[in-house]
């Protein structure tokens, strides 16, 4: 059973451009979202956020868009750096609290 | 370092034996998540603690599994008679209670890497 499903295992994109990352959910009880980037040995650490009122929400060079209707949400990061090479999570809260659902996550390589 | 702590980073254990990773959340923050990260797979939700309780165990495994946020001290995720099968990064996050704005938001270790031979 899984809610929340991100398809695309790994993502290359040249430096410079724009990356698209890509969620989709199946519970339409889901009100917040949030991506989390991940490094190598490391724990994942929050990026950006969207709560279901909203469509979209930008924070510098991030910027999450919500489709409710297809139940598909999607991260741009423009312009791509090096530095961004990383796995990102899409997650939601369940449960009534913060238990969070994570999908199986995207690899980003953005190459020079 | 104010952040999530966890000890320790890597652990090898052989089968049989016992496992136990330690979590100290953030200062001020008193709600406490442990999640398990299988290769190539997201982080998947094992339990939810407060201090001294068990808010929602529904991820954890029925047996050899437990977990403690006592009064005082680091939060405690229990494997008893590992199995090959429980290698994984296991994750600790916290919150702080749900009086902030930003309440779904959690803070992440940088995790325990069990490896059981």
């Known amino acids: 059973d899984q809610q929340v499903k991100q398809n695309s295992p790994s993502l290359s994109v040249q430096e410079g451009r724009i990356s698209i990352l890509n969620c989709d959910y199946t519970n339409s009880m889901f009100d917040y979202f949030l991506w989390y980037k991940k490094y190598p040995a490391e724990g994942p650490t929050f990026l950006i956020s969207i709560s279901s009122i909203k469509d979209k929400n930008e924070d510098g060079r991030f910027t999450v868009f919500l489709n409710k209707s297809a139940k598909h949400l999607s991260l741009h990061i423009v312009p791509s750096q090096p530095g961004d090479s990383a796995v990102y999570f899409c997650?939601?809260?369940?449960?009534?609290?913060?238990?969070?659902?994570f999908g199986a996550g995207t690899r980003l390589a953005v190459h020079p | 370092n104010a952040g999530v702590m966890q000890n320790p980073r890597h652990l090898v254990r052989r089968r049989g034996q016992e496992a136990r990773l330690r979590c100290s959340p953030m200062?001020?923050?008193?709600?406490v998540y442990w999640y398990r990260q299988l290769p190539e797979e997201g982080l998947k939700f094992m339990v939810y603690?407060?201090?001294?309780?068990?808010?929602?165990e529904s991820g954890m495994p029925k047996e050899r599994f437990s977990a403690e946020f006592p009064k005082e001290g680091p939060s405690i995720l229990r494997i008893q008679q590992v199995v090959r099968g429980d290698s994984a990064a296991y994750f600790c996050?916290?919150?702080?209670?749900?009086?902030?704005?930003?309440?779904?938001?959690?803070?992440f270790g940088p995790g325990t890497r069990l490896t059981v031979l």
């Open positions: 603690l407060q201090k001294e309780n068990i808010i929602d």
């Open positions: 200062k001020g923050h008193s709600h």
């Open positions: 996050a916290s919150s702080p209670a749900r009086s902030s704005g930003r309440d779904h938001e959690q803070f």
């Open positions: 997650a939601a809260p369940a449960g009534g609290y913060n238990k969070l659902i």
